[in-house]
């Protein structure tokens, strides 16, 4: 049947399931599985800790009805790598692709940021879904040290430069061979204990690098695109609003829309004419007046990073010191006696 259910109503059937017996939890170590089978739904969850900022959250349903869940994701919400395994969702979130829904299919693999969205999420009546999804804060993402921004996807290039990570959905594409090894290894994992959280880990940060070279291959792939003398112009006025706002960019979305291009148009037309992404293109000039403003003795380092556009002090000294090989401070002391 395709009965429309919110979450609520599945709320309440998992409440009586528990109150009948019918919820099983079962809690080993940093793995928390919870089963439950209804009239309307079968449901399977299980969240697994890896370690700070890293963790995998697995999700099975089987029902004969469509059923929404509505959720607000925190500000502080992790950047997630989903892999669909079967059946398929359709999903609606604010902001995300002109506010129109977007479906996650079996056999392809998606990267998203939706920190402070509200996001409704819809399952197919009558297909069994099942996720793989795994989660990783933003603090986990930088710490692994990406000297080179071109080495970075380019949806996560602005981390990198900014400190910041704008909202965004990607569907990376079809779930190749060796990803669907390490995902049936993730499943059917024979560790226990300590041994199998390390072997999870392992899963996981290939899986990382796996889609993070999916997407980077994918960027390379682009070829060159034909461009009037009027889109080539619109791509110097984009340039001039980023020196003029560099302390405080607008959006990829918003610069193209003022430049009267889309943003695709716009990335592409940039990479062919600067050599470089939007935000590789602002992080080096931001770069460039961090540079010249550390010259000058009474300043700081905070009020510097401040005035480049940095919100954060030590995200500013990490992206000065991977451009130079110096702490902006080294920098400066290095200067005052010439």
Known sequence: MAQTLKISDLEAFKADALFKGELTRVCQCSEQVETYSTSIAKVQTSHIYLRPGLSIDLFELNSDYSIHVTDRHEPTSPLTLAFVLAGRSRILTDGINRNQHYYETAGESHLFYLAGTEETEESIAGEYYQTIRLRLSLDTLQSFGFEQTAAFPQELQPLIETGKLPIFHRCVG???????LALHQILHCPYQG????IYLEGKVLELIALQFAQ????SRSVSSVEMTASEVDCIYQARDILHLNFQAPPSLLGLARQVGLNDRKLKQGFKQVFKTTV?????????QQAQRLLLDREMTVTGI???VGYQSPTSFSAAFQRKFGLSPKAYQLSNSFK
């Open 194 to 197: 300590t041994t199998k959280q």
């Open 279 to 287: 935000f590789g293109y602002l992080y080096e000039h931001r770069m």
């Open 215 to 218: 997407l980077a291959d994918d």
């Open 305 to 307: 990073a401040a005035k």
């Open 174 to 180: 079809k779930i190749s061979a060796v990803m669907q």
